[in-house]
């Protein structure tokens, strides 16, 4: 159980670490200090995990991410209606609700969504984001 918990340990450290570029890479291209070019900024989505800061304990982890999520489909809304190609390019039948899934598991709250580089930016910015990370399937199964 122990080692579980040491490469549980790594596993998040180097995940935290990975999520400071996803972040330093779409507020670069697409921040509110950038050109926002639209063939990079609206360009086909990817899916993230946005972990949110619950504060102590997790003790606000609804109201949390229920304002968090208030927030995100306002900015799609806008989204929609400042960018023409948004609709075309991100809204398909497989990714229209834009968030896959809300987790809230002791202090740990959080959802995956699948959003461009724009809204990612908006993302990383806000007070309310822990980290971001792309979402991967991970293993610490070897298989040598």
């Known amino acids: 159980m122990k080692l579980f918990g040491i490469l ?3 596993a998040l450290t180097f995940s935290q670490a990975k999520s ?3 972040c330093k890479d779409a507020i670069a291209k697409c921040g509110p200090n950038s050109v926002k070019p ?12 946005v972990v ?8 606000n982890s609804k ?4 304002s968090h999520l208030e927030w995100l489909n306002k900015q799609i809304k806008i989204s ?13 039948s ?9 987790y809230t598991i002791g202090g740990f709250v959080g959802y995956n969504s699948i959003v461009d580089l724009d ?11 822990k980290y971001v990370e792309v979402d991967s399937k991970v293993s610490i199964v070897n298989n040598n």
Not at 38 to 49: K, L, S
Not at 80 to 89: G, I, L, S
Not at 119 to 129: G, K, T
């Open 80 to 92: 929609q209606r400042t960018n023409p190609n948004f609709v075309a390019n991100n809204l398909s």
């Open 52 to 59: 949110l800061d619950a504060g102590e304990l997790g003790v």
């Open 119 to 129: 809204i990612l930016a908006q993302i990383c910015l806000r007070n309310d984001v």
């Open 63 to 66: 109201s949390v991410l229920s």
């Open 20 to 22: 400071e570029d996803v």
């Open 94 to 102: 497989k990714n229209a609700n834009r968030v896959a899934r809300e």
């Open 38 to 49: 639209a063939e990079t900024c609206g360009a086909a989505p990817e899916r993230y995990i």
């Open 8 to 10: 549980l340990a790594g």
